[in-house]
């Protein structure tokens, strides 16, 4: 019998909720079974909107992280260090574009990804608000950021939404080439003279706290881990890839001869891990929330670049238009002959 009653049965066929609980279940059996979710298929609100803030969080920390190494690409000790920073910055603004795009994928326009940059409202990450004070912190960044950077990312190439891991495979080898070009500095600067060698240890004193925060809250303290890691975006917690990454510097700050700042480090024989000291967390959260030493300098460089590309960015349009109508001139002409 036909009726204009609304279905009250959880477990019919036409009721909506059912549509949307079978369309999550097979996507939770996708999931599961490890394949890849392309930007075409069903998708829980949920999943897309932690994407969207994970994968825009990740493109503005490639553009806010060009700004400190920027800085220091007229003042590079040789041309050889010059040139390979300025690929280094260059592949950051690289990284931005591929994330950004990957962004879009899930129905979000680039505007509105900057524009939330720009106003405050998305977040990028920490370590970038800090100051870059000495030609050891470019060596220093490459060393432990992207190092910290590479910890957490690899992981994110076996991600469970498609154009994500894609983007991260090419990510990842280009930033392992960074970790390796900031070690060289550090390496270099250590075989020096002692005041380069000072100069390296005083930059690993201050880049060291604040890399092991790069990872996140504890995971007891972690927001979104639960989620991501049940959509198969996390695959490590926020805890496993900071221990990891204290695991392998410590024998490379070893080989260096630097010491890490922290004098609860030490290896336990039990846990077959290092121990170490407690992260400032009001230090994070004031850095996170816009306090820390270069958060308003990074934002006003940031707007201030975005504002003086803008012309290259509308010629780059208008000629692209210009040449689309062209095309559409062409084939008109064409289908008439
Ligand atoms: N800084 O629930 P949680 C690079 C926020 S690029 C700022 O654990 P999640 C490089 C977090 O967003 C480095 N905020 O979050 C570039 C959340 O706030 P909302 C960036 C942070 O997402 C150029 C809240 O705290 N890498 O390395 O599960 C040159 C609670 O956290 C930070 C990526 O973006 C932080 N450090 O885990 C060189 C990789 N940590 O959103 C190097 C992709 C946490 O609720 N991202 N928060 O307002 C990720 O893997 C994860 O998003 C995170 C955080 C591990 C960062």
């Not at 049965?9 to 059912?18: A, C, H, L, V």
């Not at 825009?56 to 400190?68: D, I, K, T, Y």
């Not at 939404?161 to 390496?187: L, N, T």
Request: proline share 4%; charged share 25%; net charge negative.
């Amino acid at each position: 019998m036909y009726t204009q009653a609304i279905d009250t049965d959880p477990t019919s066929r036409n009721s909506p909720t059912s549509h949307a609980s079978v369309a999550e279940d097979v996507f939770l059996a996708r999931i599961a079974q490890d394949e890849k979710i392309e930007p075409q298929d069903w998708m829980p609100e949920a999943y897309r909107k932690t994407l969207v803030r994970q994968i825009s969080q990740h493109a503005h920390s490639e553009v806010v992280g060009m700004l400190p190494e920027g800085g220091w690409i007229t003042r590079a000790p040789s041309l050889r260090r010059k040139e390979i920073l300025l690929a280094k910055v260059q592949d950051e603004g690289g990284h931005g574009l591929y994330l950004y795009s990957a962004a879009e994928t899930l129905g979000v326009s680039r505007e509105q990804l900057i524009d939330a940059l720009h106003s405050g409202k998305a977040k990028y990450s920490s370590i970038f608000n800090y100051e870059t004070k000495t030609w050891a912190d470019i060596g220093t960044i490459g060393w432990l950021v992207d190092g910290a950077a590479i910890m957490n990312q690899v992981p994110l190439c076996r991600c469970s939404y498609g154009p994500y891991a894609r983007a991260m495979i090419r990510i990842c080898k280009e930033e392992s080439f960074h970790q390796r070009q900031g070690f060289d500095i550090v390496r270099a600067l250590c075989e020096g003279t002692p005041e380069q060698k000072a100069m390296a240890q005083e930059s690993l004193n201050r880049w060291w706290w604040p890399t092991l925060m790069m990872f996140g809250p504890h995971d007891s303290d972690s927001t979104h881990t639960g989620q991501a890691s049940a959509y198969g975006i996390k695959r490590i917690s926020n805890d496993d890839l900071r221990q990891k990454f204290v695991d392998v510097t410590v024998a490379q700050a070893e080989f260096l001869g630097l010491s890490i700042p922290d004098p609860a480090l030490r290896w336990n024989a039990e846990r077959g891990h290092y121990d170490f000291g407690k992260i400032d967390w009001d230090e994070f959260w004031r850095v996170v929330n816009g306090q820390g030493p270069c958060n308003e300098a990074r934002m006003h460089d940031r707007i201030s670049a975005f504002e003086e590309g803008r012309w290259v960015r509308d010629a780059a349009s208008a000629h692209a238009a210009k040449r689309a109508a062209r095309a559409v001139a062409r084939a008109g002409a064409l289908e008439a002959a």
